[in-house]
């Protein structure tokens, strides 16, 4: 078999020899052998784990990738084909979150088309006042507040519930999209992400930017089973060296 550098791996993917030589000392990729004056002799085999490590690091994270590395260093092919089965269940969850969220802010957009513009100060309200503005009861703001639809601040003397602009905002999202049925966890993430975004409109935008994130892990993972599938294949891709 033929043999490498440490620099002839790092040539190929444009990193470092001491990238190299912290991917062998992590596991990623299968220790190597010595010369008599104690430089490392690399060979395909090494390149073949590399190229798969490399092409797990976009699909699933550098931490799971290491993970899937080792468990096959290990000869623990299930373990590491399991956490192969959470990245793509991860995946999946993602893409039906964000369909969720596509839907409900369709329905936002389409409950309430020529809605005023909010008054630049509301002030803040009470539980009480809030339910009573909704039509809800005050335990409805609560159980919100408890699935992370609502985060409204304390009265540092009563430690009553205040509920300002934002949060006054968001209860009505909330109450818009109870109505139309949305469980509390989809409502959850809709207000997070509307909160994040600054609003609807801008939310739109951030969830055409997580859509093609999604597209890109999910090519990513595509990739990632190739290299993988080629390392497994190669012989002995498993053994330390110096094992038949």
């Given at each position: 078999m033929s043999t490498l550098r440490p620099t002839d791996l790092?040539?190929?993917h444009g990193i470092s020899t001491q990238a190299v030589r912290n991917y062998e000392r992590h596991g990623c990729i299968p220790p190597a052998e010595r010369t008599a004056s104690g430089y490392r002799i690399y060979t395909e085999l090494h390149a073949a784990a590399l190229r798969a490590y490399l092409a797990?690091?976009?699909?699933?994270?550098y931490a799971a990738a290491g993970q899937i590395m080792n468990a096959v260093h290990r000869d623990a092919l299930d373990e590491a084909l399991a956490t192969v089965d959470r990245g793509h269940a991860q995946l999946l969850r993602d893409r039906d979150t964000l369909d969720a969220v596509r839907t409900a802010v369709r329905h936002l957009t389409a409950e309430s088309p020529a809605a005023p513009a909010p008054a630049p100060d509301p002030?803040?309200?009470t539980v009480g006042e809030l339910a009573h503005q909704l039509d809800?009861?005050?335990a409805t703001l609560r159980n919100w507040e408890s699935a992370g639809i609502l985060t409204p601040a304390r009265d540092p003397s009563t430690g009553y519930r205040v509920?300002?602009?934002?949060d006054i905002?968001?209860?009505e999202l909330a109450h818009l999209l109870r109505r139309g049925g949305y469980p509390l966890d989809h409502i959850a993430t809709v207000v997070q992400q509307i909160r994040s975004a600054g609003g609807t409109q801008a939310l739109s935008a951030s969830l055409d930017t997580w859509q093609r994130k999604l597209?890109?892990?999910?090519?990513?993972?595509?990739r990632a089973a190739t290299r993988l599938s080629a390392y497994l294949g190669s012989e002995n891709h498993a053994l330390p060296p110096g094992r038949s």
């Open positions: 790092a040539r190929e797990l690091v976009p699909a699933y994270g002030g803040t309200r809800v009861t005050p509920f300002h602009a934002d905002r968001d209860a597209t890109a892990q999910g090519l990513a993972m595509l």
